[in-house]
């Protein structure tokens, strides 16, 4: 294995060791701080690298435990997985600085605290993995470690009326998760392999309509992760009851893994050369609902739950469609929604701490009071409605040349992209006016002060205001750097409609998909004469050993 694809591993390794020693420390909670800021660090500096590598070069592969694929499991670093895992990264940690801050206002400087840090970085071990692995087992492995992550962070220190919203939520993800094994098995059964690669070869053999029923059953599990209507329910109950940075992560990545699994298995196991008509009417049906859900609410943390739900139709529209475009404009669109919602969310946090509430119509005043934290909503919230010169307005941009290029069916399913774009505008104006604008009001006290929802009214650390401006910033960066970006997205809707050059990368430069290879005398993947094969890079000369 090269230095190079080495680093394949550490963006799973990292957290994971991050994680248990903020275990073995859990005493110092400045050395947690330390470890989890530290430990995210560095997975941005390997997943910025992995991004240029793959750009320049192609697919980054790391066989694990020296198995060649099909047979043994590999880390695929491609330039979306590498640009998604960057992206994710540095929200992950921007997160994790408001969360610092919010602690040390809230119980001290010398709180430390056995469960958070750890599953906080447990969580990021699940997201990476899921970005980088290139098999259907080990994704359902890391669907599961965000799921158990997940479900301690979003029932700590709550209330027990909260817990029972918590338990909508895992009730839910268990059951996918109980659904994903299933397929898993299913799909194993009648292709004789999990590897992603192998399948984009191994699908195309199996009859049409077992291929449809396979690919609806994964559609319906990563569906329930990515929050698509119908399957969407969960949602809006479940994540405005955590605290605000639990939220903002949930917001921010989980539904986008979600989204990236579709991406990936539709386009690699289940390819298409014209627009789906299925996933149209979900992305349209979705961007409608969710934005309407979002119109009817004065709970502010409950209207960006269902604008959430609104923006994943948008990213189904650009895959709908199963052309390069609309897959480069569904990359982008994730990159620039990972971060403005979770900017919204922590944004959020600060509101209701300040004002006690989370009742828009109870709030007023806050841009004279708190002319700093207008400006931290105003920016992202233009940026998530989509006006120019934002991050969002070129994401919409690009998805709505895609549907436009992609005949009647995605020409009308991008009207639908811009009704649903001024119904967030108007969503994101009406809390504009409602909280910033008119006369101030007095904080609320706040109800339950042993939670971690509302504590400390008016008052929040500088902290939290740190990470939050850092997202600001960098979605302001992604608007800046658009065609760098763009350029590179464009690229990764290339190679993901294409297919060949993940699957040479995986199984070898001119492999068959589906062969399967042979095996050799002690169980490895051999050769046809049954010589063992071990592949040290992606386009490397296979070494052969007797």
Same mark, same amino acid.
């Given at each position: 294995?090269?230095?190079?694809?080495?680093?394949?591993?550490?963006?799973?390794?990292?957290?994971?060791?991050?994680?248990?020693?903020?275990?073995?420390?859990?005493?110092?909670?400045?050395?947690?701080?330390?470890?989890?800021?530290?430990?995210?660090?560095?997975?941005?500096?390997?997943?910025?690298?992995?991004?240029?590598?793959?750009?320049?070069?192609?697919?980054?592969?790391?066989?694990?435990?020296?198995?060649?694929?099909?047979?043994?499991?590999?880390?695929?670093?491609?330039?979306?997985?590498?640009?998604?895992?960057?992206?994710?990264?540095?929200?992950?940690?921007?997160?994790?600085?408001?969360?610092?801050?919010?602690?040390?206002?809230?119980?001290?400087?010398?709180?430390?605290?056995?469960?958070?840090?750890?599953?906080?970085?447990?969580?990021?071990?699940?997201?990476?993995?899921?970005?980088?692995?290139?098999?259907?087992?080990?994704?359902?492995?890391?669907?599961?470690?965000?799921?158990?992550?997940?479900?301690?962070?979003?029932?700590?220190?709550?209330?027990?009326?909260?817990?029972?919203?918590?338990?909508?939520?895992?009730?839910?993800?268990?059951?996918?998760?109980?659904?994903?094994?299933?397929?898993?098995?299913?799909?194993?059964?009648?292709?004789?392999?999990?590897?992603?690669?192998?399948?984009?070869?191994?699908?195309?053999?199996?009859?049409?309509?077992?291929?449809?029923?396979?690919?609806?059953?994964?559609?319906?599990?990563?569906?329930?992760?990515?929050?698509?209507?119908?399957?969407?329910?969960?949602?809006?109950?479940?994540?405005?009851?955590?605290?605000?940075?639990?939220?903002?992560?949930?917001?921010?990545?989980?539904?986008?893994?979600?989204?990236?699994?579709?991406?990936?298995?539709?386009?690699?196991?289940?390819?298409?050369?014209?627009?789906?008509?299925?996933?149209?009417?979900?992305?349209?049906?979705?961007?409608?609902?969710?934005?309407?859900?979002?119109?009817?609410?004065?709970?502010?943390?409950?209207?960006?739950?269902?604008?959430?739900?609104?923006?994943?139709?948008?990213?189904?529209?650009?895959?709908?469609?199963?052309?390069?475009?609309?897959?480069?404009?569904?990359?982008?669109?994730?990159?620039?929604?990972?971060?403005?919602?979770?900017?919204?969310?922590?944004?959020?946090?600060?509101?209701?701490?300040?004002?006690?509430?989370?009742?828009?119509?109870?709030?007023?005043?806050?841009?004279?009071?708190?002319?700093?934290?207008?400006?931290?909503?105003?920016?992202?919230?233009?940026?998530?409605?989509?006006?120019?010169?934002?991050?969002?307005?070129?994401?919409?941009?690009?998805?709505?040349?895609?549907?436009?290029?992609?005949?009647?069916?995605?020409?009308?399913?991008?009207?639908?992209?811009?009704?649903?774009?001024?119904?967030?505008?108007?969503?994101?104006?009406?809390?504009?006016?409602?909280?910033?604008?008119?006369?101030?009001?007095?904080?609320?006290?706040?109800?339950?002060?042993?939670?971690?929802?509302?504590?400390?009214?008016?008052?929040?650390?500088?902290?939290?205001?740190?990470?939050?401006?850092?997202?600001?910033?960098?979605?302001?960066?992604?608007?800046?750097? #658009?065609? +760098?970006? &763009? $350029?590179? =997205?464009?690229? /990764?809707?290339?190679?993901?409609? *294409?297919?060949? %050059?993940? !699957?040479?990368?995986?199984?070898?430069?001119? #492999?068959? +998909?589906? &062969? $399967?290879? =042979?095996?050799? /005398?002690?169980?490895?993947?051999? *050769?046809?004469? %049954?010589? !063992?094969?071990?592949?040290?890079?992606?386009?490397?000369? +296979?070494?052969?050993?007797?």
């Amino acid at each position: 294995m090269t230095p190079l694809q080495a680093l394949v591993t550490l963006p799973v390794l990292l957290p994971m060791l991050g994680a248990a020693t903020s275990v073995v420390v859990s005493r110092r909670a400045s050395a947690q701080r330390v470890i989890g800021v530290v430990t995210l660090t560095l997975v941005c500096v390997v997943a910025a690298v992995l991004l240029v590598a793959a750009d320049a070069n192609g697919p980054v592969v790391a066989e694990l435990g020296g198995w060649s694929a099909p047979m043994g499991i590999v880390l695929v670093a491609d330039r979306m997985s590498a640009l998604l895992l960057l992206i994710s990264t540095v929200v992950t940690l921007a997160v994790l600085v408001y969360a610092i801050d919010q602690r040390i206002s809230d119980y001290g400087r010398e709180t430390a605290s056995t469960t958070f840090h750890p599953i906080f970085l447990l969580l990021s071990t699940g997201v990476s993995l899921a970005y980088l692995t290139g098999d259907l087992f080990t994704l359902f492995v890391a669907f599961e470690i965000m799921l158990a992550s997940s479900y301690v962070l979003i029932t700590r220190r709550t209330s027990a009326s909260r817990i029972r919203s918590g338990m909508t939520y895992v009730i839910v993800s268990l059951t996918s998760s109980l659904l994903f094994l299933t397929a898993v098995g299913l799909v194993y059964a009648a292709t004789g392999t999990v590897n992603l690669a192998d399948l984009a070869g191994r699908m195309g053999a199996l009859p049409e309509g077992l291929r449809a029923v396979l690919a609806l059953v994964l559609i319906v599990v990563f569906g329930i992760k990515a929050a698509i209507v119908p399957l969407h329910f969960w949602l809006p109950d479940s994540y405005p009851n955590a605290p605000a940075p639990v939220t903002a992560l949930f917001a921010g990545l989980l539904t986008k893994v979600g989204i990236y699994a579709l991406l990936r298995t539709q386009t690699l196991v289940f390819p298409q050369d014209s627009p789906s008509t299925l996933l149209l009417v979900i992305a349209a049906v979705t961007m409608v609902v969710g934005a309407l859900g979002a119109v009817a609410q004065d709970d502010l943390n409950r209207l960006l739950s269902f604008l959430l739900v609104s923006h994943i139709g948008f990213m189904v529209f650009g895959l709908a469609l199963h052309t390069p475009d609309g897959i480069a404009g569904t990359g982008l669109y994730v990159v620039h929604h990972i971060t403005v919602q979770a900017t919204l969310f922590l944004v959020s946090g600060l509101i209701t701490r300040r004002t006690g509430t989370v009742s828009i119509s109870q709030m007023g005043g806050l841009a004279q009071r708190a002319p700093h934290l207008a400006v931290l909503f105003a920016i992202p919230a233009i940026t998530l409605a989509g006006l120019p010169p934002t991050s969002g307005f070129v994401a919409k941009l690009a998805l709505l040349q895609a549907g436009a290029g992609a005949g009647p069916a995605g020409a009308l399913v991008a009207a639908v992209v811009v009704l649903a774009s001024l119904l967030t505008l108007y969503a994101v104006a009406r809390v504009w006016v409602r909280v910033f604008w008119g006369a101030p009001k007095e904080p609320l006290a706040d109800d339950d002060p042993n939670d971690e929802l509302v504590v400390g009214t008016a008052r929040s650390a500088r902290g939290m205001y740190v990470g939050a401006s850092a997202l600001v910033v960098v979605s302001v960066a992604i608007a800046l750097f #658009a065609g +760098p970006l &763009s $350029g590179v =997205t464009a690229r /990764a809707g290339v190679d993901l409609h *294409d297919r060949t %050059g993940y !699957t040479d990368a995986v199984l070898g430069p001119g #492999a068959d +998909p589906g &062969s $399967g290879g =042979t095996i050799s /005398a002690d169980g490895r993947p051999g *050769d046809v004469d %049954g010589n !063992t094969t071990v592949r040290t890079a992606a386009g490397d000369t +296979p070494e052969v050993t007797p």
